[in-house]
């Protein structure tokens, strides 16, 4: 099989070179390695799709799991019940690892599992000892834990109690869960994430209503109760004032002892303007005002983007002296999930079709769209949502360096998903190339931010293993390692020789004797 070709892709050459312990001359290698030391490479996962094991061990239910029984949510009718059954699988998972060569894993600790009803029950230690012993095994292959507090999922109860991210009442819960990870956990931690994409949380919970819990209103989606307008903001205002009661109690209580970082996970699209005009430029700045500074800019900047309080006016929610304070311990490094990007058209100079994406006032008034003069922005894709964009990977990085002063990035999440294809034999499972040119030119273009002086300080690939794909359940696949579902066998795919190969190639210890 021809590996496709880039300079990244000279990878077999330098291999051998490694293999003889032939030195690289610093000159060459700081050119050709762009990948700063102590980079991290690793692939990614999250609890909900990935551990399986509903009920085991005393864990509680959680939002997903109740959603997922509900009747017509998820395309192919499947759960995670099972799920890919990481929880008693993780010893060959991280095998898998081991041969991969990556040096950190990005998981997520399943809040139901440590607290199966928040703060108002016990802790469940069979559910900390679970995590303890997957850190433990981590650590003695020689893989950093890269953990995250929520990645969609929280205990049911604290949705039926009150309402979830809708009330004030979850700052208190989450500190709380967060502390009691931080305890058992932080010794051997040392990235800490608060939130994966709460973006994607605030817009597909409480705006489309498509993820639990299910709120939406008017034309926004086909919900029986929400609104569309005003609940994502608010949602996402307690999520940002629950990431600082985390990062509050790990600075005043354990960062200092544990020494390790805190930061989040936003989910980004690079918008680009649809035309040269000012308004368009301007319509892609407020796309991604809407959609990512949305949190970083409280996070970091201390207030929201100029253009929602522009737009949503007293709409928007304000922080309190009090929240500010709070707010100003901010983060340590800001976490990236970068797939695809979009072109971005202004809808308030000019008229847009109501009800496309973007364009209501609560999106931004910018048209979200992947097609302009009949051409797509990159290559489509088996996914609708991923086009083939590799320059949007430098764009966005570069536009974070930029905007928040160089904070350490870790990109946290990217990887293309084929869509099943049930007549597919043992080959062509394995033979995913598609995978392998996404992958090679966003590294590519990541390494070429880093280049620019972007201080990137780590890479995971979603995912290591095919696994539940929240609404496409399992007939999106995303892994490095094919999932025969039935079976649970694993299967390593060429991406997965291809990006061992990488790590080999792109670690500059590698070859230093
Ligand atoms: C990530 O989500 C998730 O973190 C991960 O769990 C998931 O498996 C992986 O990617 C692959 O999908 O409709 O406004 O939210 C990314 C999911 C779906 C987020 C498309 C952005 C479009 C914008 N993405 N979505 S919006």
């Known amino acids: 099989m021809e590996l496709p070709s880039s300079s990244l892709g000279t990878s077999l050459i330098i291999l051998a070179m490694c293999s003889s312990c032939v030195s690289v001359s610093l000159e060459q290698s700081s050119s050709s390695y762009p990948f700063p030391d102590g980079f991290l490479f690793g692939t990614a996962s999250s609890s909900y799709q990935f551990e399986g094991a509903i009920l085991a061990d005393g864990k509680g239910l959680s939002n997903w799991d109740t959603f997922t029984h509900g009747a017509g949510h998820i395309s192919d009718g499947s759960n995670g019940d099972i799920a890919v059954d990481h929880y008693h699988l993780y010893m060959e998972d991280i095998a898998l690892m081991e041969n991969l060569g990556v040096n950190s894993f990005r998981f997520s600790i ?29 650590l003695a292959t020689g893989i950093q834990p890269f953990v995250a507090l929520t990645h969609y999922d929280v205990p049911q109860e604290l949705e039926e109690r009150y309402g979830a991210w809708l009330s004030t009442k979850i700052l208190k819960d989450f500190g709380y869960y967060a502390d009691i990870c931080f305890k058992y956990f932080g010794n051997r931690v040392k990235h800490w994430v608060t939130f994966n ?5 605030a817009i597909r919970g409480y705006r489309s209503g498509i993820y639990p819990p299910s709120r939406c209103s008017g034309s926004f989606g086909n919900c029986t109760k929400g609104n569309s307008v005003k609940e994502p903001l608010v949602a996402a205002h307690n999520m940002i004032l629950s990431h600082a009661a985390a990062v509050n109690i790990y600075r005043n209580v354990y960062q200092k002892e544990q020494g390790g970082s805190i930061g989040i996970i936003m989910n980004s699209i690079w918008y680009e303007p649809y035309s040269n005009t000012a308004e368009d430029k301007l319509a892609a700045e407020r796309a991604q005002s809407f959609f990512l500074n949305w ?48 072109y971005s058209k202004d809808c308030i100079y000019s008229k847009c079709k109501s009800g496309a994406p973007g364009v209501s ?3 931004g008034l910018a048209l979200r769209t992947p097609i302009r003069n009949g051409e797509y922005i990159g290559e489509p894709t088996s996914v609708d949502w991923i086009y083939v964009y590799p320059q949007g990977m430098e764009n966005t990085v570069t536009f974070i360096k930029d905007r928040y002063n160089n904070t350490p990035m870790f990109i946290c999440e990217n990887g293309l998903g084929i869509v099943e294809n049930p007549s597919s034999s043992t080959i062509d499972f394995r033979n995913d190339v598609k995978r392998v040119e996404y992958m090679s030119t966003y590294l590519e273009s990541l390494a070429n931010a880093i280049r620019k002086g972007a201080d990137v300080r780590g890479y995971f ?3 290591l293993l095919d696994n539940f794909e929240w609404l496409d359940g ?40």
Not at 118 to 133: C, E, I, L, P, T
Not at 302 to 329: C, I
Not at 489 to 508: C, M, Q, V
């Open 295 to 342: 949190f970083l800019d409280p996070i970091l900047h201390g207030e929201y983007p100029k253009e929602m309080r522009h737009v949503l006016g007293s709409l928007l929610p304000s922080f309190s002296k009090e929240d500010l304070k709070k707010m100003r311990q901010g983060l340590d490094f800001i976490g990236i999930n970068q797939y695809t990007s979009f």
């Open 361 to 363: 006032p609560a999106e």
């Open 461 to 463: 690939s979603w995912s």
């Open 110 to 138: 399943s809040w139901a599992r440590i607290l199966p009803q928040g703060r108002f029950g016990d802790v469940n230690m069979a559910g900390v000892h679970h995590y303890s012993k997957v850190i433990d095994a981590l």
């Open 474 to 513: 399992y007939t999106v696949r995303f892994g490095l390692h094919h999932v025969d579902f039935a079976t649970l066998k694993r299967t390593p795919r060429l991406s997965a020789d291809w990006y061992k190969e990488f790590i080999l190639n792109h670690t500059k210890h590698a070859c230093s004797i």
């Open 197 to 201: 994409e709460p973006n994607v949380m």
